[in-house]
């Protein structure tokens, strides 16, 4: 990668601001944000320098953390794991230059089901992955509003929703507002760039006519692959090439994974008719990174289990850990991995790796799912390898790959970056009831 020599300064305040949901219309909803926009988009040059100062004006404290950027461990933003907290009124600024390119988000990586259930999060994009330029380039990014009809908050986390697939939102939302019209230049060459920001939903994303393309997952280029319909955890991406609809016309963004599809967004045609070639979505230039050597690589397993343990966990030193610092996590464990529940406030008294890997060395993890319940399972620092799937869909690379009941899939990477890097779900109340813990690169 070669730096640009450029550097981009954001200050991100994260305070309560008033905040209509859905947006322009709803009701005034008590939302915690990072600007008074709301969800702030930077946007970077593959090259630039990103130094994000971020002011802590929450009565709660707080950290940021980039999903999916191989940052150095010491920009990771996990409280107690890689940097003190940020009291309130205190700073912190991150300071890295993002080795890849494409779509990103970054969220608190503290109390996290409230905060990013009142709606803590940003979207990072790193553009020059294009070697010709899309008529239009559109932000989707999805998530649910856990609020009633007045705009009041209702439970972010419930022991009944934590113990299963998680609690939903009622009001469900594309860029805030619910099911908006997209408008995109009628005939056109556009990348639909859908984010799933949701703490619980999955979704299953597709059009009501086969149009699209795949052509990144997590940010990550693959060559196209025709889109039926895909599943999309918490914090997972997907790229899109279309071909915009005729001037008028519109083509409609469904979840397909209810009982009736739901309608996310509309795309209309807007402007008098671009004259393209026929569709034909083109590959996106994919950064390099160190391929994974099969042959030598040394194989783990994590197993994803339920657990009905207490909130109680001794540690191999004799020490039984109870939750001293409840802000970070709830007071319930449901979850584990490889036998171990992240401690309920464990944070500030650290549970001994999950794996420990060495430096540079290959490895293949085989995530073996135990549970009737689906798990987005995130690794930070490190972006992996997801064979191709018994559906055929292909080899790439990700930061969160989507477990179903009593799957296994075998993650394959090169430990590259030194330090001690989460491992968890992305169901954020999964995350907060133990499933989460995190390996050490030595
Ligand atoms: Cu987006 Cu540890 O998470
Ligand atoms: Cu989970």
Not at 270 to 277: E, F, I, S, Y
Not at 360 to 383: F, K
Request: glycine letters at 8%; proline letters at 9%.
């Amino acid at each position: 990668m070669r730096p640009t020599g450029r550097i981009v300064e954001r200050s991100l305040v994260a305070a309560e601001r008033p905040v209509r949901v859905p947006a322009g219309s709803g009701p005034e909803v008590a939302a915690w944000t990072y600007a008074p926009e709301g969800v702030p988009v930077i946007r970077l040059q593959r090259g630039d320098r990103l130094r994000a100062a971020l002011t802590n004006q929450l009565p709660e404290h707080t950290s940021i953390h980039w999903h999916g950027i191989r940052v150095p461990n010491a920009m990771d933003g996990v409280p107690y794991v890689t940097q003190p907290p940020v009291l309130p009124e205190q700073s912190f600024t991150y300071d890295f230059t993002p080795p890849d390119t494409g779509t990103f988000f970054f969220h608190s990586h503290c109390d996290t089901v409230t905060q990013l259930g009142r709606g803590l999060s940003g979207i990072l994009l790193v553009e020059g992955d294009t070697p010709r330029p899309f008529d239009a380039d559109v932000l989707c990014v999805l998530r649910d509003w856990r609020i009633d009809e007045a705009g009041g908050f209702t439970a972010f986390i419930t022991d009944e929703g934590a113990g299963k697939a998680g609690t939903f939102g009622r009001l469900r939302t594309a860029n805030d507002r619910v099911a908006p019209v997209l408008e995109v230049p009628a005939g056109g060459d556009v990348r639909l760039r859908i984010l799933n920001v949701d703490a619980t939903r999955i979704c299953e994303v597709g059009f009501d006519e086969d149009v699209a393309a795949i052509i990144a997952v997590d940010g990550n280029a693959l060559p196209p692959v025709p889109l039926a319909s895909r599943r999309l955890g918490p914090a997972q991406r997907l790229d899109l090439a279309l071909r915009a609809p005729a001037p008028g016309k519109e083509l409609v963004l469904y979840d397909y994974f209810a009982a009736e599809p739901v309608p996310l967004a509309r795309l209309r045609g807007t402007g008098p008719a671009l004259k393209r070639k026929p569709f034909a979505p083109w590959p996106l230039l994919a950064c390099p990174f160190a391929e994974p050597d099969l042959a030598t690589a040394e194989r783990m397993r994590l197993t994803l289990q339920q657990t009905a343990v207490a909130a109680e966990i001794v540690m191999p030193n004799g020490e039984t850990l109870r939750y001293a610092d409840a802000l970070c996590l709830s007071t319930r464990t449901f979850w584990a991995m490889n036998q171990e529940s992240w401690p309920e406030g464990g944070h500030q008294a650290l549970p001994p790796p999950l794996l420990t890997l060495e430096k540079d060395r290959s490895y293949v993890i085989e995530l073996v799912n135990l549970t009737q319940n689906q798990h987005p399972m995130h690794l930070h620092g490190i972006t992996f390898v997801v064979p191709e799937s018994d559906k055929g869909f292909p080899r790439h690379r990700a930061d969160t790959v989507l477990l179903g009941p009593r799957d296994r899939i075998e993650i394959a990477f090169v430990a590259d970056s030194l330090g001690d890097w989460m491992l968890h779900c992305h169901i954020i109340e999964h995350q907060e009831t133990g499933m989460m813990g995190y390996v050490r690169v030595a």
